[in-house]
DNA sequence: TAGATTGTTAATCGATTAACAATC
DNA sequence: TAGATTGTTAATCGATTAACAATC
């Protein structure tokens, strides 16, 4: 697993392919070839190959790569084998169809914290979570070994919370917000942001 | 405006410059340069100038852009210069929140009607809108000439809802469920998938 | 005018795709 | 063995960046 520089591109792409893994293994398939991949995907045989090998010989030549084995590595890869902590900020309607993701948890990336500043929410439950005020914050980061933490704040507030986030010592942030937010060149930052998915699909309306 | 071939990369950052240009409005800044532009969005001020010159002249050499004309011209770009109806289908938490997005109606794209299939929802009010049975699909979407659908039902029923929305006459198609779903050619798709985003960024961590 | 900044062409960079030897 | 498919190198394609004449 040495990283000669894997692009962006390659990261993005790693999830859909673990997705439809996981969707073949479910249909008792074993075996599948880049080929097969591509087609149902909409992605270049040599473009899944050549992603896959960044990381490893995960395949065998002339029979294609094996479900199980392949789900596995890019799990690793991923690092969706091992538990991470994750912490939600703003338990809006957002917030809270997040936190109800049940496919986070299945790969142990589960949302383990919910915060919000307004006192009336604070105590209420969430599925099996309480709100917590943001006094809170550092020591619960720091009690549950938090690594991420997910911004969905209005914009105004959003950096502020980033601010706090880094400093209670979370390793990651996505930023639901829409705003650029500056955070240290440490944190991993990525910013998904809802307004401008449907502006950019109004453009190609007629 | 003629069009020689735009990239969706150039497309989608449309919408960032609309935002940032929203912002120097509200602060009283008439003009800006390519230069300070990037400089806040952390964006090569040749790649702005190059976006926007596709769409034409827009800039004043020496002094630079501007911004209410720009504003105004990225809108008509985007198509927000004019109404374009959009229906949601699935009123969970996902909907609820995107429905409550003000920005949408801000920018004459707006929500206008909501759909869910499950019968105890029915009649209930998001803020102004009551949700509809689907059963009403296709007469909402022609009486209120609707263009776009966004889908936040689970991922089971997406490729199903997407099925209506297209017989319905939608021309473009927002979907949060994480799957891959399929349309004719004719239709606009575009996936917002929340779940790779968060197992992209584990990547990162470390 | 002198300084600034655009629009655009040319150069660079990186990502995607094609091709094929290796080999199951 | 013959057919299939990988891993990888080379070719292609497209997007980003640099450079600069035009001009405000």
Same mark, same amino acid.
């Given at each position: 697993?040495? !990283?000669?520089?894997?692009?962006?591109?390659?990261?993005?792409?790693?999830?859909?392919?673990?997705?439809?893994?996981?969707?073949?293994?479910?249909?008792?398939?074993?075996?599948?070839? &880049?080929?097969?991949?591509?087609?149902?995907?909409?992605?270049?045989?040599?473009?899944?190959?050549?992603?896959?090998?960044?990381?490893?010989?995960?395949?065998?030549?002339?029979?294609?790569?094996?479900?199980?084995?392949?789900?596995?590595? *890019?799990?690793? *890869?991923?690092?969706?084998?091992?538990?991470?902590?994750?912490?939600?900020?703003?338990?809006?309607?957002?917030?809270?169809?997040?936190?109800?993701?049940?496919?986070?948890?299945?790969?142990?990336? &589960?949302?383990?914290?919910?915060?919000?500043?307004?006192?009336?929410?604070?105590?209420?439950?969430?599925?099996?979570?309480?709100?917590?005020?943001?006094?809170?914050?550092?020591?619960?980061? &720091?009690?549950?070994?938090?690594?991420?933490?997910?911004?969905?704040?209005?914009?105004?507030?959003?950096?502020?919370?980033?601010?706090?986030?880094?400093?209670?010592?979370?390793?990651?942030?996505?930023?639901?917000?829409?705003?650029?937010?500056?955070?240290?060149?440490?944190?991993?930052?990525?910013?998904?942001?809802?307004? !401008?998915?449907?502006?950019?699909?109004?453009?190609?309306?007629?």
């Amino acid at each position: 697993m040495k !990283t000669p520089k894997i692009s962006e591109a390659v990261v993005r792409r790693l999830p859909v392919y673990l997705r439809y893994l996981q969707y073949l293994n479910e249909s008792s398939i074993r075996t599948v070839s &880049s080929q097969e991949m591509g087609q149902t995907l909409g992605i270049n045989p040599a473009q899944i190959r050549k992603d896959l090998a960044y990381f490893g010989d995960f395949g065998r030549k002339g029979i294609g790569y094996e479900v199980p084995y392949l789900i596995e590595k *890019i799990k690793q *890869i991923l690092k969706l084998d091992r538990t991470i902590q994750v912490a939600l900020v703003g338990a809006g309607h957002l917030g809270i169809a997040l936190s109800n993701y049940n496919r986070f948890t299945r790969e142990k990336l &589960s949302i383990v914290a919910l915060f919000d500043q307004d006192p009336n929410k604070i105590g209420c439950k969430i599925g099996l979570l309480p709100i917590q005020p943001m006094s809170e914050l550092n020591a619960t980061v &720091s009690r549950l070994d938090i690594q991420i933490g997910i911004i969905t704040v209005p914009a105004p507030e959003a950096q502020r919370v980033a601010d706090r986030l880094v400093a209670a010592g979370v390793r990651g942030i996505l930023n639901f917000a829409p705003v650029k937010i500056k955070v240290p060149d440490e944190i991993s930052l990525r910013t998904a942001d809802l307004t !401008t998915e449907l502006q950019a699909l109004a453009y190609y309306i007629d």
